[in-house]
């Protein structure tokens, strides 16, 4: 059964850092993998999606890196800002044909001014 | 409005009624999917749909049951609601569930209290 962690649950840097959220997971046989920003009492945003064959994916001041043998996945955030904080989730696809996602906890990021 | 909808957003009802949430796309995405999400468990796949009549079990089906008439609604209805229930309940969809490339879309949540 696949299992997706995400270390720390909670993360606090001051505003203009450049910082790393990690996510893990158990098996590497993985279709693709999704990062989705959630801020409180709202729905999940997709952020960036890798596909399995690729090793890194690019949007503005993100970038999401993808290493299956180490079973493992970051999301890059550069010149971070207030408006990041939120709660970052990662989730796994191992199912082909349906994209049946499983989800780490997340990271509740804040970004201090 | 395009995307996806959930009705209603916030819901409080008794143990043992039945309720029904609903979600609609405008996408006419085929594939749609409903999950839960608690503290301490993070979210969980109830159901999801590959088409219009045909579904398929998540991780945590038991006490729900879903219908796909049309390709744009997916409801999602509790039989005999238990205070386990109690959550917020997210549905998603994908142009397609075939390909890595194909992202998945939430809509607002449905927070359900059951007393």
């Known amino acids: 059964k696949q299992e997706v962690t995400q270390i720390p649950a909670a993360l606090s840097v001051p505003e203009g850092e450049n910082l790393v959220l990690n996510c893990s997971f158990t098996d590497s046989a993985i279709y693709n993998l999704q990062w989705f920003r959630q801020d409180p009492g709202k729905g999940l945003t997709s952020l960036l999606l890798i596909q399995s064959s690729q090793r890194e994916q690019t949007s503005g001041r993100l970038n999401a890196s993808l290493d299956k043998s180490s079973g493992r996945s970051t999301l890059y955030i550069a010149a971070s800002q207030p408006g990041d904080s939120a709660t970052y989730l990662c989730a796994a696809s191992l199912v082909q044909g349906a994209q049946k996602l499983v989800f780490g906890q997340g990271t509740r990021l804040t970004i201090n001014p | 409005d395009a995307g996806i909808t959930q009705s209603p957003r916030y819901k409080i009802t008794e143990t043992g009624r039945q309720v029904t949430l609903m979600c609609h796309q405008t996408w006419s995405h085929s594939y749609m999917f409903w999950y839960r999400q608690d503290l301490g468990h993070g979210l969980r796949l109830i159901y999801y749909s590959a088409a219009a009549d045909i579904t398929d079990k998540g991780e945590v089906p038991d006490g729900y049951v879903v219908s796909r008439s049309k390709t744009e609604n997916f409801p999602l209805t509790l039989e005999s609601a238990t205070r386990s229930q109690t959550s917020v309940y997210f549905c998603?969809?994908?142009?397609?569930?075939?390909?890595?490339?194909?992202?998945?879309?939430f809509g607002p949540g449905t927070r359900l209290t059951v007393t």
């Open positions: 998603a969809s994908s142009e397609r569930g075939d390909s890595p490339t194909y992202e998945q879309y």
